[in-house]
């Protein structure tokens, strides 16, 4: 079974290529799956991928899912605090946040302290490539005893776009400057070559589809076959 490696599919529509492509990953060994939202606010576009969800849980109890939600902060159907708290309620294993979807840091901590508060374990932050303020990041981590941290490999809200070395320089800053961070996933742009050139323990899962991508969910199939080969 894979722990490594999470499908994304964030490009995917929900229909029967998604189910065929879903079903044939889960029944052959890949049971964690990354799910991403976002509320046109902080993204772009508007990502509400419940029938993903659902979907995936169908297929066995044994499905992970972790999520990746980004969503400013408000009253808004998919505000960070309503998809956190329903993901909460559907079991994720890991939800990841971003910074800037509050107006402070202050206020994400208090985000975190409210709904989190039964389970911190859960809590994650997102790095992102065009948050500059590093350091700002790192010191904030230190200050919660951040565990989960997602670094994006490229900008959030779209898939197939080019990996950044940044994104492994960042890791390292993380890992360097805060100690309680112990779950790294890597998401976005990867290929096999630049997962072959990432420093090995580097991170502990990675997430993407277009690494894996095929129009034959047959060979969608394969192509994470020989990936499990070089994680």
């Known amino acids: 079974?894979?722990?490594?490696?999470?499908?994304?599919?964030?490009?995917?529509?929900?229909?029967?290529?998604?189910?065929?492509?879903?079903?044939?990953?889960?029944?052959?060994?890949?049971?964690?799956?990354?799910?991403?939202?976002?509320?046109?606010?902080?993204?772009?576009?508007?990502?509400?991928?419940?029938?993903?969800?659902?979907?995936?849980?169908?297929?066995?109890?044994?499905?992970r899912l972790t999520a990746h939600i980004m969503s400013m902060s408000g009253n808004h159907s998919l505000s960070v605090e309503n998809i956190a708290n329903r993901c909460?309620?559907?079991?994720?294993?890991?939800?990841?946040?971003?910074?800037?979807?509050?107006?402070?840091?202050d206020k994400l901590i208090k985000f975190k302290e409210n709904i989190f508060k039964e389970a911190p374990h859960i809590f994650g932050m997102v790095s992102e490539l065009e948050d500059e303020k590093n350091q700002n990041l790192i010191n904030l981590a230190n200050d919660i005893s951040l565990v989960n941290l997602l670094q994006m490999g490229v900008p959030i809200g779209r898939g197939g776009q080019k990996f950044s070395w940044y994104a492994a320089d960042r890791i390292e800053d993380f890992k360097l400057?805060?100690?309680?961070?112990?779950?790294?996933?890597?998401?976005?742009?990867?290929?096999?070559d630049i997962i072959k050139k990432l420093k090995k323990g580097i991170v502990n899962r990675l997430a993407g589809w277009s690494i894996i991508s095929d129009l034959n969910p047959k060979n969608v199939l394969s192509k994470a076959y020989e990936l499990e080969k070089v994680l």
């Open 1 to 63: 079974m894979s722990e490594v490696f999470l499908p994304s599919m964030i490009e995917v529509e929900f229909g029967d290529y998604y189910k065929r492509c879903a079903e044939l990953l889960f029944n052959n060994g890949f049971k964690s799956f990354h799910i991403d939202f976002g509320d046109n606010k902080l993204i772009g576009r508007e990502l509400e991928c419940w029938d993903k969800v659902y979907y995936l849980q169908s297929l066995g109890k044994d499905i």
């Open 88 to 105: 909460l309620e559907e079991g994720f294993e890991i939800i990841y946040i971003h910074s800037r979807s509050f107006q402070n840091f």
């Open 177 to 192: 400057n805060c100690s309680t961070v112990s779950n790294i996933e890597l998401d976005g742009g990867l290929t096999i």
